[in-house]
């Protein structure tokens, strides 16, 4: 049974700074690319940022240079360290897998930035 359980996320000034977390299991964590996910109030849910297997990252043109994500294979954990917030980076934030064809979403953590 895959089960993505995330940690983290809470209110911060413009500027400060957030780290998300997930912990991982039901599916074997090390071949599978993992995601971070976000969706605001009456927005569709958006890419965040991508990390493969093999540590190779990508992430959206919004949080370049702002976001890390990160994976720890021996904790089977995934994590985005959030600097530089703005409040349009406020939202709902969810980890994301895609095991076997079928996407997998944590219960999201909520994310405020106020200004």
């Known amino acids: 049974q895959v089960r993505l359980v995330q940690s983290g996320g809470g209110l911060v000034q413009a500027g400060g700074s957030l780290r998300l977390s997930c912990a991982a299991s039901?599916?074997?964590?090390?071949?599978?690319?993992m995601g971070w996910y976000r969706q605001a109030p009456g927005k569709q849910r958006e890419l965040v940022a991508l990390?493969?297997?093999?540590?190779?990252?990508n992430y959206a043109d919004s949080v370049k240079g702002r976001f890390t994500i990160s994976r720890d294979n021996a904790e089977n954990t995934v994590a985005l360290q959030m600097n530089s917030l703005k409040p349009e980076d406020t939202a709902a934030y969810y980890c994301?897998?895609?095991?076997?064809?079928?996407?997998?979403w944590g219960q999201g953590t909520q994310v405020t930035v106020s200004s």
């Open positions: 990390i493969t297997s093999g540590g190779a990252t």
């Open positions: 039901g599916f074997i964590f090390t071949i599978n690319t």
């Open positions: 994301n897998v895609l095991h076997r064809g079928t996407q997998y």
